[in-house]
């Protein structure tokens, strides 16, 4: 019986110690993978064009997601995804929100094609460029 004990007792501790992984071959330990964004201030009527100063958006890949973060308030953008070669636009959405989640797995059809990520607000302009 402490035989039993003792080696249930190490097996517990052992799991403990490694983890316990998933094995469901589904899942995808990809860490988050930063889309950069580029962009301008949309400038006034006749005036000079420079890039702003403070960074208004953030965008990531996590898994089949892309995540837009706005990380001053929630400005009123649209967000289009298009795919570089074909230049099918395969989402597009206005937001008011202070994020938003896209699933690419329901808009694409095969992985590895290159789309462009567009935001536009009223005063500024952002977009990034991402394989999925």
Excluded at 8 to 33: R, V, Y
Excluded at 70 to 91: K, L, M, R, V
Aim: with cysteine; aromatic share 8%.
């Amino acid at each position: 019986m402490k035989k039993i004990v003792l080696v249930l007792l190490l097996l517990f501790i052992e799991i403990n110690a490694n983890g316990i992984q998933p094995s469901d071959s589904n899942f995808n330990s990809k860490n988050p993978i930063d889309i950069p964004l580029n962009g301008q201030k949309v400038p006034p009527p006749g005036g000079a064009q420079h890039a702003p100063a403070l960074s208004l958006v953030s965008a990531y890949i996590d898994n089949d997601t892309v995540i837009v973060d706005f990380t001053s308030a929630n400005p009123t953008a649209t967000i289009t995804i298009t795919d570089q070669t074909t230049g099918e636009i395969i989402y597009t959405e206005v937001c008011n929100t202070q994020n938003a989640d896209i699933d690419m797995s329901l808009y694409c059809t095969e992985e590895g094609h290159t789309y462009v990520l567009d935001i536009t607000t009223a005063t500024w302009h952002r977009y990034g460029i991402f394989i999925y």
